[in-house]
């Protein structure tokens, strides 16, 4: 059985954000259990997860939470790689990732949130 119809997703883009959302949502969580004074990567983590179930479900909100999330994740990132720059290139390559990838599926969201009104 396909991914997509296991989990009754309406397109595979819509999977690969919800993947996307619930994986740093879990990293995010699991960080902030470790460390509880890391608590804006707690924030992050919990509108990560709130994210992934929106579009699991397809609810209406879920676009406003994507904004606020994409706010606070690119301020985030952007911050994180000018305080290390060139120290630590794993955490470097990190946060421009999680960058791109944030403004990837932020777009992509925006684009296709004709399909949370249903």
Known sequence: MLLKSKFKVKSVGMLVAFMFYAVVGI????????????????????????TAYGLFKSRIWTLWVV??????AITFSTYTFYSV??????????????F????????YIAVKRKTFES
């Open 100 to 107: 791109i990838l944030t403004w990837y599926f932020t777009i």
């Open 27 to 50: 990293v995010c969580s699991a960080i902030l259990v470790m460390d509880f004074r890391l608590i804006h990567i707690g924030i992050i983590g919990i509108l990560s997860l709130t």
């Open 67 to 72: 904004v606020a999330l994409f706010f606070t």
């Open 85 to 98: 720059f060139k120290e630590n290139l794993l955490l470097d390559i990190s946060m421009i990732t999680f």
